[in-house]
């Protein structure tokens, strides 16, 4: 097996195309959003050709770097991650290439598993469970849309009549009223006493996705709900293959009663229909309930996701050392100021 370190944009986009179970999270413009949302972090993708000629991708990011080791992800944000491959990929060939990802310069390696394909235990990882949930989109709209709750069909149909419209957006201007209303929604979960815990994301990301959206129309979407013109709701959704998955939306508390969420989610769902998608996903919840249960009765089922985290000794002295110095240097600029 020849592993290539430096993976070339054009061989990683050929095996992104050809791999049936890539995702969206699996091809370079996820790298890329990340990359250019965080000017700190690091490209550590790595590659492979087995002696079949198969073509493999593992997407890594470097987050964070201590002297020359480093914290990975795969992918970004702690979306789908693990391999990619042009054709068959055996279970000694992956542990190949993870062994390859984990060596002496990896503190650390987070990966979420990908729910489209089967993939191996990453040898030395230790394992978290958690689900992400997946709608089964059939050939009509009709059909899945008799699989949505009696609830979420009779709120859809009261949105409409309150005059919710919904449209895809690309211009800067609008994903700034976008990033806006989501500024409403970070507030309203800061009034409920809840730590945000790593929810919130800078305004860089959303100008390097309308960038983006631009340019690829067909893989970011950034959909709106407007009521006489005025933005109250949004979802961003990536395109892949056949699999479609909702990634990041937002509401005016203001216009609940408008059932936005509601109406763009079915809209949204309509329209990968009609492009012929097969999956819709609506991504892991945060194992919030009442999120978990709006995803569900649109006919979703729940899929298994692990996250997988490999951490040897180094990364545990490596933490303990940088604690241990940060905490001196705290004492030592209060001692200075005293």
């Not at 990033?179 to 959303?206: I, N």
Request: aromatic fraction near 14%; glycine fraction near 8%.
């Amino acid at each position: 097996m020849q592993i290539i370190t430096k993976v070339d944009p054009a061989f990683w986009w050929a095996v992104a195309r050809a791999c049936p179970y890539a995702t969206f999270f699996h091809t370079p413009l996820w790298q890329d959003l990340a990359l250019g949302t965080f000017p700190d972090y690091r490209d550590a993708t790595i590659g492979a050709v087995l002696p079949s000629g198969v073509r493999v991708v593992l997407p890594l990011l470097s987050v964070r770097r201590f002297g020359p080791w480093h914290d990975l992800h795969s992918s970004a944000a702690l979306c789908y991650g693990g391999p990619i491959a042009d054709g068959p990929l055996t279970d000694a060939e992956q542990r190949q290439i993870y062994r390859a990802a984990c060596r002496w310069r990896t503190l650390r390696l987070q990966l979420t598993s990908n729910p489209l394909t089967n993939g191996i235990d990453p040898p030395g990882f230790s394992a978290q469970a958690d689900y992400t949930h997946i709608l089964r989109l059939e050939a009509d709209f009709a059909t899945t849309f008799g699989g949505f709750s009696k609830n979420h069909q009779t709120h859809y149909r009261r949105g409409l009549r309150k005059g919710v419209q919904v449209r895809v957006v690309s211009s800067l201007e609008a994903y700034r009223s976008y990033y806006q209303v989501y500024q409403d929604t970070l507030r309203r979960w800061q009034t409920q006493d809840k730590p945000l815990a790593g929810w919130e994301e800078p305004w860089r990301r959303f100008a390097v996705g309308a960038s983006l959206a631009q340019q690829h129309p067909d893989a970011l979407k950034l959909w709106v709900a407007e009521v006489d013109g005025t933005l109250i709701a949004g979802v961003w959704v990536f395109y892949w293959n056949g699999h479609a998955v909702y990634w990041h939306g937002a509401t005016l508390e203001d216009y609940f009663d408008w059932y936005p969420s509601i109406v763009i989610q079915t809209e949204v769902i309509r329209d990968a229909i009609a492009r012929g998608y097969t999956h819709y996903d609506f991504n892991p919840s945060g194992n919030l309930a009442g999120v978990t249960e709006f995803k569900r009765r649109f006919g979703a089922e729940q899929h298994p996701v692990i996250r997988w985290t490999y951490g040897d000794a180094k990364f545990r002295l490596v933490r303990s050392t940088r604690e241990r110095l940060n905490t001196a240097l705290g004492r030592s600029s209060v001692a200075r100021s005293t």
